[in-house]
């Protein structure tokens, strides 16, 4: 497990024997996984497993008691500002301002990114084309869809061009075809810009059918890791929800740790089975 999480040059994310308590509750116990550039990496786990822990920790919200993480090469305590522009984010919650329009949103985080003014209006123009909004911009945000209001999200969290993006459950509440419609947009971005995309999510089977990579976490310990189909064939499950099932559910923390393709298990357990 150390030596698999060693930093290497072709990764996005790098998340080294981190752990994170509040108080006498230990929420993140020395997980340790990576993420490549240009990856969709979903990060699963039941409610209270350490996701939005985690999370908040790559994003530089929360400061680890232990471990490192680096982001693009960077590491996430020391260098938190530069980290900063590197990744875009979209919380679950809607975080626009309701009150403001599409367009003026927008320009509010440019100037927030200090992107240039000459720069601001064409950067505006293409994040509208990209998400089909264009038409929306003069709307003011209460009075949007959620879906729409999502895609206005996703939109801004592009405006300074992040080599990453940070997706806490991004359809929750979707229809079908804004979920899909989201997902066509994701993927664009990840051939076109080779945009790397971390999400969470409960909908197993978007993540079976558009994820590259999966980590599940569970009760604060990364219990599987690898690409969807090695963590479905290690659980000897039909789908990602047979797998997932059985790795936070019915299996034994020891016969369930996986780790596709490495050999380090014993390191990943909890030390009172080692
Ligand atoms: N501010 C806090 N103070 C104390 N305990 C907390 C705090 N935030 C989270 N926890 C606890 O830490 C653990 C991990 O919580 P976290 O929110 O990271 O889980 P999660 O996987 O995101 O859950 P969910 O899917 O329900 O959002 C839980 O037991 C939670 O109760």
Request: proline share 3%; aromatic share 8%.
């Amino acid at each position: 497990m150390k030596e698999t999480a060693a930093f290497q040059a072709s990764d996005m994310i790098s998340v080294q024997n981190v752990v994170k308590e509040y108080g006498k509750k230990r929420a993140v116990n020395d997980i340790s996984f990576s993420v490549k550039a240009g990856e969709v990496f979903a990060f699963l786990g039941p409610n209270g497993a350490g996701k939005t822990t985690t999370i908040k920790m790559l994003t530089t919200l929360l400061p680890p008691d232990k471990g490192v993480i680096k982001i693009d090469g960077m590491d996430v305590a020391r260098q938190a500002y530069e980290v900063r522009r590197r990744f875009g984010v979209v919380f679950q919650d809607c975080t626009l301002d309701q009150t403001a329009t599409v367009y003026e949103n927008l320009w509010m985080h440019c100037s927030f990114y200090q992107i240039p003014r000459s720069e601001r209006k064409r950067r505006i123009a293409e994040v509208l084309e990209l998400f089909n909004i264009t038409s929306h911009q003069r709307v003011i945000v209460e009075k949007l869809s959620g879906g729409l209001k999502r895609r206005v999200e996703l939109a801004r969290a592009l405006l300074h061009q992040p080599v990453l993006i940070f997706l806490d459950e991004p359809t929750l509440g979707l229809d079908p075809q804004s979920r899909r419609l989201l997902w066509d947009h994701l993927h664009f971005l990840k051939k076109t810009q080779n945009l790397t995309v971390f999400l969470t999510t409960h909908y197993l089977d978007e993540v079976e059918r558009f994820a590259d990579t999966v980590a599940v976490i569970n009760q604060g310990k990364i219990i599987a890791a690898g690409s969807v189909s090695d963590v479905i064939s290690h659980a000897k499950g039909q789908t990602l929800e047979d797998a997932f099932l059985s790795l936070t559910g019915q299996l034994s923390e020891r016969e369930s740790v996986f780790f596709a393709g490495k050999t380090e298990i014993e390191d990943a357990l909890p030390e009172a089975d080692n």
